[in-house]
């Protein structure tokens, strides 16, 4: 952080007067109020510039001389130490200015100075130096480093933009309910409507026929219970029985033309109602996507609350500690998320410009929270002299490692399965297999698209089951050529060990126990076949060493056992392994022995396992 003007210009005043203060001859705060300031990063030339004021009001010309010199050898060699370590911390910088100081002293006592220190008062000088440059280097970090509360950033309010939130939140979700009731399919003809089909019917075909008077003005004409069971076999069936033929023919001259006319008329009607239905499922879409938003908005709602009031001497230690390391913190804030855990966020460079360990850092933070901090995956690894922005997460309690295995159908050029492993910032891991119908480039192409639309939305901040409508909401508006994914999802909290197992027409999953192998399974349609779709949502508590196997149907189907599940348990049980690695490889070679060495799918084997920190 940029020092003011008037900070380093009253410091440097107050400088001047540090000089008068001297005991048996020394001066030991001279030496050590300017090393203490330098570290800060104070102007040299400005403090050393009033320190040699008050040396010359203030002190005999031996000891101005003297100590004049101790601060010309102290700041160059604190400058050499930053050089060559990017820092130089607080006890090194005292043991600098103590020896400097000595040295100078015992230099004095050999040229017979006037004035000189007696021996002891020299050592003791020494000493005194060393723990005050320690102990006035962290009082003026404080004072430098300090900020009225009226001008630091404000805390973010329970109440006030959340409730404004909230609110837009339920408007947003009415609105996606009155979309849900205006796009209710209709799968079944009312009698209303098929009285109105008849009427077009009976109004196209008899109003020209010469013979209309004679059938219809029968006293007991049974023509009308004719015409209606047959559009209600036409309905049923999509062709009329043959007795109902034989007995329009009785009763009607046209009887053919009538049937044939009745056949078009519903697929015109069928025809409608399938462009109806394809409005409503587009209504179904903007619902999703509104629900979705409210969902964004609710997730906004809940703030994160910023600490830095409250922990401001908790910062001011982070501050120092990183200020040792040649790190300086341009702007630091402590937030607790709304899952309760802390996250730090900083805006960091390298004092001297050289490239400083993003470690260094971390090692530091810690020893001031006392408490394990992570950096997120994609995060910088150095600081360098430009500045940048980083965050720092709570540790998780376990750590995981991921193996799998696969291999292709016969004759196909690529495999039609994807995976991923994705670390999320919050602190959970998301393992995913979609197997895309089919196999080749072209399920391949399909799969792919679901994963990486998932992992966007789920990047973006997005809860699992979010994501996964608003994934679908865009297979289904895609649509082509009737072309679906199955999407297996398993998200594991690192900080509990909590696994949720999310379903969309995929095959099993098992997680491997000391105790034994349980198995997940499902019965749901892939993604992209409607609208709305049920998520299957199971959950398991995992412990240190338990794995997570995940596999797609492919495996499963070609194993030609009448209860695969089963066989696939004992498969994983009989596997002794802590590698994930291993353990996905001897499963696919043990399922290849089962299919004789032949791949009529395309086959993937994804595993994972945590353990304790």
């Known amino acids: ?141 404080r004072l430098m480093e300090y900020q009225p509360a009226e001008i630091m950033v404000e805390e973010k309010s329970e109440r006030g933009n959340g409730e404004k939130l909230m609110n837009y939140a339920e408007s947003f979700q009415g609105l996606s309910h009155i979309f849900y009731n205006m796009s209710q399919k209709k799968n079944r003809y009312t009698a209303e409507e098929l009285g109105q089909i008849q ?65 078009h008329v519903f697929e015109r009607v069928n025809l ?30 809940r703030e994160e609350k910023i600490l830095d009031r409250q922990e401001r001497g908790m910062l001011a230690e982070i501050r120092y500690r990183a200020k040792e390391h040649g790190i300086t913190v341009e702007n630091i804030h402590l937030i607790e998320t709304a899952e309760g855990r802390l996250k730090l966020e900083a805006a960091l460079k390298s004092r001297m410009g050289g490239c400083i360990s993003m470690k260094t850092f971390v090692a530091a933070a810690e020893r001031a929270m006392n408490k394990k901090m992570r950096l997120p995956a994609d995060s910088k690894t150095f600081i360098s002299k430009e500045v940048a922005e980083f965050a720092l997460y709570e540790d998780t309690l376990y750590r995981n490692v991921q193996g799998i295995a696969r291999i292709k159908k016969d004759g196909a050029q690529i495999s ?43 990047e973006a901040g997005f809860s699992v089951e979010t994501a996964t409508r608003m994934m679908n909401s865009a297979m289904v508006m895609r649509g082509d050529n009737d072309l679906y994914s199955t999407v297996d999802l398993c998200k594991i909290n690192l900080y509990t060990g909590m696994a949720e197992f999310y379903k969309i027409g995929a095959a099993a999953a098992f997680i491997k126990r000391e105790q034994g192998v349980e198995c997940i399974a499902s019965s749901s349609l892939p993604v992209g076949v409607e609208t709305q779709f049920e998520i299957e949502k199971q959950q398991r508590q995992l412990g240190n060493g338990d794995f997570v196997v995940m596999v797609t149907d492919g495996v499963l189907e070609h194993l030609g056992a009448s209860k695969p599940e089963e066989t696939m348990q004992e498969m994983i049980e009989s596997i002794q392994t802590n590698n994930p690695g291993i353990l996905a490889k001897r499963i696919m070679e043990r399922v290849m022995l089962f299919t004789g060495g032949k791949a009529e799918d395309d086959m993937t084997v994804l595993t994972a396992c945590i353990w304790e920190k």
């Not at 409608?272 to 908005?297: G, H, K, P």
């Not at 039609?416 to 196999?439: K, T």
């Open 272 to 301: 409608n109602r399938a462009w109806y239905n394809r409005l409503l499922e587009n209504r179904q879409v903007i619902a999703e996507q509104l629900d979705a938003m409210a969902y964004i908005m609710k997730d906004c709602a």
């Open 416 to 458: 039609g399965d994807n995976f991923s492993f994705l670390e999320l910032e919050r602190g959970e891991l998301v393992l995913g297999i979609s197997d895309g119908m089919g196999s080749g480039s072209t399920a391949c192409k399909e799969s792919e698209m679901v994963l990486d639309l998932l992992e966007r939305f789920l």
């Open 199 to 263: 009427n077009e019917l009976t109004g196209k075909m008899c109003a020209s026929c010469e013979s209309c008077a004679i059938c219809w003005e029968r006293d007991a004409t049974p023509l009308y219970g004719i015409i209606s069971g047959m559009i209600s076999s036409i309905w049923h069936v999509g062709t009329p029985a043959e007795e109902q033929e034989r007995e329009l023919s009785r009763y009607c001259l046209r009887s053919k033309d009538m049937v044939e006319e009745a056949v």
């Open 1 to 141: 952080m940029r020092k003011t003007n008037a900070k380093q210009m009253i410091l440097g005043i107050l400088g001047s007067f540090v000089c008068g203060a001297g005991v048996m001859g020394c001066y030991p705060l001279v030496p050590a109020y300017f090393a203490a300031l330098y570290l800060e990063r104070v102007s040299g030339l400005l403090l050393m510039g009033f320190m040699y004021i008050g040396m010359i009001f203030f002190m005999p010309l031996t000891a101005a001389v003297k100590y004049g010199v101790v601060l010309l050898v102290t700041a160059g060699a604190i400058r050499l130490v930053e050089w060559v370590q990017e820092g130089c911390p607080a006890f090194l910088a005292g043991i600098l200015a103590a020896v400097s100081t000595l040295i100078l002293s015992f230099c004095g006592s050999l040229l017979e100075w006037r004035e000189q220190p007696e021996a002891a008062a020299v050592f003791l000088e020494a000493v005194f130096v060393f723990g005050a440059v320690i102990l006035l280097n962290r009082l003026l970090h």
